[in-house]
């Protein structure tokens, strides 16, 4: 196993750098749960996350570079204020502090490039807070890793265990036995702390440059294509390993800050994306942060709660 000492703990723009001694674990891979609490999901923007232990607080100068945000009574959660990528969390009861699975990187010095690394970083230990997808989330992908049989539990450990081939399947099947929205609906998306609120409006591929290329279009052509990215750049942007994009045109994309429930499409303001949403102009209501990890590439999320939100 490859020890966690030559590893190092960082964000997208590298603002904040760590040492692997700083994790409580001195081998790879270092065990850790999947949380699927909506807390997490909606503060990363992911679909779960992982929180390796740490044996020491950050220091003072790296807590200075990271936006604290209290999701709770008793956690804070720590995301860069440049690149928005979620560092570490403080669970307050317990005194003790995690970073975030994503940011771990086992080879950071050249000579370390010419070692074989390990093969994973973490090893998921147990699902924990999945009955807060509704539909078990990432849980049904990541049940059995490699012939292991990962626990799966309805909130923290020790409550209820779901059986994967049971409750699991039967919550999906739910949710895929609702009838779908009406065709004029949207969908509403918010971060943790609601500061952006936007609205979408179903799938529609007809009259966009998205159907010059099929493989942006999904099966269901009234849902919009999703899927995951294992990328540096977003595992970093967002400190998850694991990250979920969905390609939906910006046209559908809506400015749900002060709208009415009820208002008709005319009054929807389309959210402004690219160099021009940097007006202080531009999106009016919403807590949008930018971040440009390439001269093409603009990263958003919000600048109060760190939620990831597009790119």
Same mark, same amino acid.
């Given at each position: 196993?490859?020890?966690?000492?030559?590893?190092?703990?960082?964000? +997208?723009?590298?603002?904040?750098?760590? =040492?692997?001694?700083?994790?409580?674990?001195?081998?790879? =891979?270092?065990?850790?749960?999947?949380?699927?609490?909506?807390?997490?999901?909606?503060?990363?923007?992911? /679909?779960?996350?992982?929180?390796?232990?740490?044996?020491?607080?950050?220091?003072?100068?790296?807590?200075?570079? +990271? %936006?604290?945000?209290?999701?709770?009574?008793?956690?804070?959660?720590?995301?860069?204020?440049?690149?928005?990528?979620? #560092?570490?969390?403080?669970?307050?009861?317990?005194? @003790?502090?995690? #970073? /975030?699975?994503?940011?771990?990187? =086992?080879? =950071?010095?050249?000579?370390?490039?010419?070692?074989?690394?390990? @093969?994973?970083?973490?090893?998921?230990?147990?699902?924990?807070?999945?009955?807060?997808?509704?539909?078990?989330? /990432?849980?049904?992908?990541?049940?059995?890793?490699?012939?292991?049989?990962?626990?799966?539990? %309805?909130?923290?450990?020790?409550?209820?265990?779901?059986?994967?081939?049971?409750?699991?399947?039967?919550?999906?099947?739910?949710?895929?036995?609702?009838?779908?929205?009406?065709?004029?609906?949207?969908?509403?998306?918010? #971060?943790?702390?609601?500061? &952006?609120?936007?609205?979408?409006?179903?799938?529609?591929?007809?009259?966009? %440059?998205?159907?010059?290329?099929?493989?942006?279009?999904?099966?269901?052509?009234?849902?919009?294509?999703?899927?995951?990215?294992?990328?540096?750049?977003?595992?970093?942007?967002?400190?998850?390993?694991?990250?979920?994009? %969905? +390609? &939906?045109?910006?046209?559908?994309?809506?400015?749900?800050?002060?709208?009415?429930?009820?208002?008709? @499409?005319?009054? +929807?303001?389309?959210?402004?994306?690219?160099?021009?949403?940097?007006?202080?102009?531009?999106?009016?209501?919403?807590?949008?942060?930018?971040?440009?990890?390439?001269?093409? &590439?603009?990263?958003?999320?919000?600048?109060?709660?760190?939620?990831? &939100?597009?790119?």
């Amino acid at each position: 196993m490859t020890s966690t000492p030559s590893a190092h703990l960082t964000c +997208l723009c590298g603002a904040i750098s760590e =040492p692997g001694t700083l994790l409580k674990d001195d081998r790879f =891979p270092t065990s850790a749960s999947i949380c699927h609490c909506n807390s997490c999901r909606r503060t990363s923007g992911s /679909l779960g996350a992982s929180f390796p232990p740490l044996k020491s607080p950050p220091p003072e100068a790296t807590l200075s570079r +990271l %936006t604290a945000y209290h999701s709770s009574d008793i956690i804070t959660r720590y995301f860069c204020s440049k690149c928005g990528c979620h #560092c570490f969390i403080f669970h307050h009861p317990r005194k @003790k502090w995690y #970073c /975030l699975g994503g940011v771990v990187e =086992p080879s =950071p010095s050249p000579e370390a490039h010419n070692v074989s690394g390990p @093969k994973n970083t973490i090893q998921v230990s147990l699902h924990e807070y999945v009955s807060d997808t509704l539909d078990g989330g /990432l849980a049904p992908l990541f049940h059995n890793l490699g012939g292991r049989f990962i626990p799966i539990y %309805t909130a923290a450990p020790g409550s209820a265990e779901i059986a994967y081939d049971t409750t699991l399947s039967s919550l999906k099947e739910s949710v895929n036995s609702t009838p779908p929205p009406a065709v004029n609906s949207c969908l509403p998306a918010k #971060c943790h702390c609601g500061g &952006v609120s936007l609205l979408i409006k179903r799938a529609n591929y007809e009259s966009s %440059t998205a159907a010059e290329s099929a493989r942006y279009i999904p099966s269901d052509p009234t849902k919009w294509l999703s899927y995951f990215c294992t990328c540096r750049s977003c595992r970093l942007s967002f400190g998850v390993s694991l990250t979920p994009w %969905t +390609l &939906v045109l910006p046209a559908h994309v809506f400015n749900a800050s002060g709208v009415v429930e009820g208002s008709s @499409k005319a009054e +929807l303001v389309p959210v402004v994306f690219d160099r021009q949403a940097a007006s202080p102009d531009a999106n009016p209501g919403l807590t949008l942060k930018h971040y440009w990890s390439s001269p093409d &590439v603009c990263r958003t999320f919000c600048g109060k709660c760190g939620a990831s &939100v597009s790119y």
